[in-house]
């Protein structure tokens, strides 16, 4: 991991134990896919070798919940599917994390109609919305890095009486592309 290189031979590093389990953390979220539509291509190819999620420690996507912390919605979601969501929410590990990628999960896009979730939030704690349609795979891996910050400096999600509430971030939308791989700023 280079650690070796950074270190002086023989060496030792003192740290608090607080900081160690937010690094690890932030570097090892799993993402679980919950890929409705269009923007799941998107999501795909975030993974994909170009964009490289892998970097940010983040590629493992799992299709259980059990062993996921980090739900990505990305697509329309149906009154008949959300309770499938509720219930993939519920059983993955906590502490646990959201993005909703795109329109259709934040807002319901362009189908404003009686049978499509207008926006996720409605029924599970969104902590990141990022906007477009789709979203380009830098602006979802800049949706990642924001719960890689707050992991790294609040460590754990933020409840309210004994309830988890999402953050509320969201990606501000822009046409500047920025130069890839991108560092995490402190
Ligand atoms: S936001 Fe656009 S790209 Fe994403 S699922 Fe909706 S229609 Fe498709």
């Keep these: 991991m280079g650690l070796e290189a950074a270190l002086p031979a023989e060496g030792f590093l003192t740290t608090q134990l607080r900081r160690v389990i937010n690094w690890s953390r ?3 979220l799993w993402p679980m896919p919950f890929a409705t539509a269009c923007c799941g291509i998107e999501l795909m190819a975030t993974a994909s070798s170009r964009y490289d999620l892998a970097r940010f420690g983040a590629e493992v996507m799992r ?3 059990r ?3 980090l739900l990505i919605v990305a697509g329309r979601i149906a009154i008949k599917t ?3 969501l509720q219930r993939i929410y519920q059983q993955m590990t906590e ?3 959201v993005i909703s990628m795109g329109a ?3 807002t319901g896009g362009v189908f404003d109609t009686y049978a499509v979730v207008q926006g996720c939030d409605q ?3 969104v902590d990141v919305y990022v906007p477009g349609c789709p979203p380009r795979p830098e602006q979802l891996i800049e949706g990642v890095m924001m719960i890689q910050r707050y992991i790294d400096q609040e460590g754990m999600p933020p409840m309210d009486g004994g309830k988890r509430v999402g953050l509320g971030l969201a990606v501000a939308p822009t046409h500047a592309v ?3 791989p991108v560092g995490l700023q402190y």
């Design 63 to 65: 299709f259980s919940p």
């Design 95 to 97: 502490p646990k994390w």
């Design 82 to 84: 959300m309770p499938v």
């Design 123 to 125: 029924f599970i704690p």
């Design 178 to 180: 920025r130069p890839q």
């Design 26 to 28: 932030r570097n090892s």
């Design 104 to 106: 259709c999960a934040s």
């Design 67 to 69: 062993q996921s912390d």
